[in-house]
Structures are given as C-alpha cells and as structure tokens.
C-alpha cells in the first residue's frame, strides 16, 4: 500500500505539489493523468526520494519514506522498479547483459545458470527471445522499450513506477508497452503506477485515476467514475481519447 | 514545389530508402507516418537539405539542390524553415534572443525591425510574457511554441517539422497542431510534418504517406489512408499488435 498525506513541494517560490492526498491499495494499477508541466513526474520522484517533498508524509507499506536518509532509502529503492520514458539501455552490453545487469549488483549470489534463467524469464514475460547476444542497436526501438521492461522487473519489485512509457511511440507499441503493463502488473503482482497523458489507456488498464491540474488532484476514481465527470480537464481529455479511437 | 525523384538513401550497409519518389504540392500540408527508425526523419532531411542523398534527385522549385551552385543553394534554404524534435534553442539565449538571432545571421534587417518580428512571432505562438526568460524556465509546450516561433521568423515558404507535438499531452498537442495550421494559413506555405500521433496526422494532413520498408506510400487524406488496404498501413493506423508490421525478421 503507497499513501501520500498532503504532500507539498516547491522549487523556490514555485509550489508544484500542493498538498497531495491518495493511497494505492497492493497489486492495484494507478494512473497518474494531466497536461504537460503540471507536476506528474515529480510525484514519481518523490515516492523514490530522488526528490524530498516540502511537507506531507508518503507511506509505503505504513513506513514515511519522506524523512528518510539517502543510505535509509535504499531498501525503498530495491523494492521499486522505475520504467523511464526512454529504455536507457547500455549500448555496450547486449541484451543478455543489459537484463543480468541489475541482478548482478542487487542478487550476488545468483549463480549464472540462475541468472541465464532468469533473464529467459523475464524476456519471455516481455514477448521476446533468441535476442539475448543481440545489441540494442541491433533491435527495433519497440524492443527495446520491452528490454528495459525486462530489465526492470528481473530483480523482482513489488512496486512499479511508470514515467510516460508510451509518449512519442508509434500506435503499435504504445499498443504492445500498454499491454505488457497490465499483464506484468497482473502477474507478477505489483502496485504500479503510471504517469501518462493516455486517457484511452488509463480508462482500459487503471483500477484508479487521478488527474493532477497545477499540482492539485482536481478528479478522482475508477475509470467507470472518470467518465461520468463533468470536471473541464477531465471532459477534454475524454474528447482527445474519443478522438483517437474515432481515428482508428 | 519539393520532390524526391529516385531517392535512394543509405548509411554504410544500412539502406534506409530504396527508389523513393515523393511530390509535395506548393500550399500542401503532407504528414508522413511510420513506425520509428523506418526513415521518417531521414526523408525530412533529404527534403530539408540537411543530408544529401545516395543516387536520385532531390527538387525543390524545380531547382536540383544537390546541382546548383552552393549560393543558390542557400537563397533555397533559406525559403525553408525546420522545427527539430527536440527543438534545439539555445539554451544560453533568452527567449526572445533566441528567435533575433537567426534573423540577425540571415536577414539584413535593423535592430529595430528585428525587434518588432521577435514581439510579432511571439504573439503569434502566444509565448509574448515570455521574451525575457530562458528556455529552460518556460514549460514543454512552450518550448516546442517558441521552436514554432524561431522556425516561422525568416517567413519561410516552406516548413518541415520532426514530430511537433511529441511528448506533449493531447490538449496541448491539439492546440499546437491548430496554430501550425493557422500560421500556415497565413502565410500561404507549404508544410511537412512526420508525426507518430495519428489524431494529429488527421487534424494536420491534406496527405499522409507511411514511411515502412524503404518505401514511401502515399496513402492519401484522412478517408482514404484509414481505408487504405496495404496490410502494413492498416496495421499501423489501427495500432494492432498483430500483423506484418510486428513479425519477426
């Protein structure tokens, strides 16, 4: 269960989060919707410490993470999985390495066969295979998007963070990443969360939204709730889904 | 008038275009599609200039850029004018100095003329409270709005865009999409747009063309390409996860 109570944050004299309320029930999927610029990704941050919030308290599990030390942060760090908008995979290493390499530094005592098994796994989750000696230049961009979903959850996280994971992809793989959210989020039983702009998504893989204007959650609940709301951004971002599903 | 006659385009081993030919009518507003790393901005390129193609002709009215004297060359760039993907501002240059600059470098006009297109261009895209701030103080959609600004300053009959609205919501990727559309109005210009976003291809194009496979298919305005029959065109405007588009190699 992830909590935030009244959360606030502020870069200077610009406040971004002005007193954040709501709680994620375990194994649930929350959708995080609002314009550019309105303060989505830094929530994210907050729940990881990359960020300290002003004010406010953010519980995971009924512990405050907000007062914590860097050094302290690390166990809240090894149970959640950030997904990145771009897959941010080492050029260097191949696909096998890439997955391997957060096991590794977190799991050392895996032995390799454990890790061969392992990385098979968690490409297999993803859809792929036989791609292990590959580069990631040598895959498509989708791919690796997928490589970096498989990265991601090889150490095992109980928490998944989403930021933007479709923004600039093409209809297929937004599709695909939409999807293999749900799925993963499913099977493996996390609580994720998803910072998007994807009204249509949000209303087909959500169990909650909430939807952020100038740092205030200004609408809340199930996608049954959201569409029944007569709140202006709300009924905008309605219209663009429309929109786009009336384009297919 | 722009063309890519015969335009083959390849990296080393890596072919990225083979025999392409592409019209794009004066006052047209053509959108090219495709999944990434198939060549949409690579045609954007060719047709902009920026890279010189491997055999064929790339033409704009009716002039063979890549067979003119590198001055006439220049005079027909700078007809054009290119908004980057990731608008590529200066970041050590105020908002306002940001759009003066290029018409200092490319435009013989006074200080004082140069101040009144920077306030004009501003208006235009909305962004006039924000000449005196820096790139990195003003919000995404403002940015791509200034990136619009600086783009459309030296008036160019021609616009290219890679990908205006990405990483913007829908709300704002619409509104942006409507001031393209108006300013290309206005000024009477022929625009090139790629975009991965089909609701906005729709709202931009007069034609849409996929770029897939190293081919350009031109698949026509809103009815026709959602009613077109090529598998791989169907596929991707419907987003489906099965099809040619998602088989193995």
């Known amino acids: 269960m992830i909590s935030f109570r009244n959360v606030r944050k502020s870069f200077g004299e610009r406040e971004v989060l002005k007193g954040i309320t709501f709680e994620v029930p375990e194994g649930q999927i929350l959708f995080i919707l609002g314009t550019s610029g309105t303060g989505k990704s830094v929530l994210l941050k907050t729940i990881v410490g990359l960020l300290k919030p002003t004010s406010g308290e953010i519980l995971i599990d009924g512990q405050d993470v907000a007062p914590l030390t860097e050094l302290q942060m690390f166990p809240v760090r090894r149970m959640c999985g950030m997904v990145f908008q771009q ?15 957060g096991m590794r530094k977190h799991l050392p005592d895996l032995t390799e066969d454990k890790i061969a098994a392992r990385v098979k796994e968690c490409l297999s989750l993803v859809h792929l295979r036989d791609i292990e000696s590959k580069k990631p230049q040598e895959i498509s961009y989708g791919m690796q998007k997928r490589v970096s979903l498989a990265r991601t959850v090889a150490v095992s996280p109980r928490i998944l963070l989403f930021d933007e994971p479709t923004t600039g992809l093409d209809p297929v793989t937004t599709n695909a990443i939409n999807n293999l959210i749900l799925e993963l989020s499913r099977k493996l039983n996390t609580t994720s969360l998803v910072v998007s702009h994807d009204m249509q998504c949000a209303l087909a893989i959500a169990d909650h939204i909430i939807v952020l204007d100038k740092g205030e959650i200004v609408e809340q609940g199930s996608p049954a709730d959201l569409k029944k709301s007569k709140q202006p951004l709300v009924v905008d971002f309605l219209k663009e889904a429309l929109n786009a599903e009336a384009s297919i | 008038m722009l063309a890519l006659n015969d335009v083959t385009m390849s990296f080393g081993d890596n072919l990225v275009l083979d025999s392409v030919d592409l019209q794009v009518a004066r006052g047209e507003a053509l959108v090219l599609v495709g999944p990434s790393g198939n060549g949409k901005t690579v045609v954007l390129k060719l047709l902009a200039g920026l890279l010189k193609p491997s055999a064929g002709s790339v033409v704009v009215d009716d002039k063979d850029l890549h067979k003119i004297l590198r001055r006439e060359q220049e005079e027909l760039l700078l007809k054009m004018g290119m908004l980057f993907q990731k608008n590529a501002l200066f970041d050590s240059l105020k908002v306002g100095e940001n759009i003066a600059f290029p018409l200092r470098e490319k435009t013989s006009l006074s200080e004082a003329e140069i101040q009144e297109r920077v306030v004009y ?26 990136g619009i600004a600086r783009a459309l300053a030296l008036e160019p009959s021609i616009v290219l865009y890679d990908d205006p609205t990405a990483g913007l919501d829908p709300i704002t990727s619409r509104r942006i999409a409507d001031l393209i559309l108006t300013l290309k109005e206005k000024n009477k210009s022929t625009l090139v747009a790629v975009t991965n976003d089909m609701a906005r291809a729709y709202q931009l194009a007069d034609r849409i063309a996929m770029v897939v496979d190293h081919e350009v298919i031109v698949t026509g305005d809103k009815t026709a390409t959602a009613a077109h029959r090529d598998p791989r065109v169907r596929q991707f405007v419907r987003g489906q996860l099965d099809g040619p588009l998602t088989e193995a190699p």
Do not use: C, W
Not at chain 1, 87 to 101: C, G, H, K, Q, R
Not at chain 2, 122 to 135: K, N, S
């Open chain 1, 87 to 101: 897959p941010a995979l080492f050029d260097s290493l191949t696909i096998f390495e890439n997955v391997a390499f």
């Open chain 2, 121 to 146: 261009f501003l208006e235009q895209v909305g962004i006039g409270h924000a000449r005196d701030l820096y790139p990195d103080e003003i919000s995404g959609g403002m940015q791509k709005r200034l």
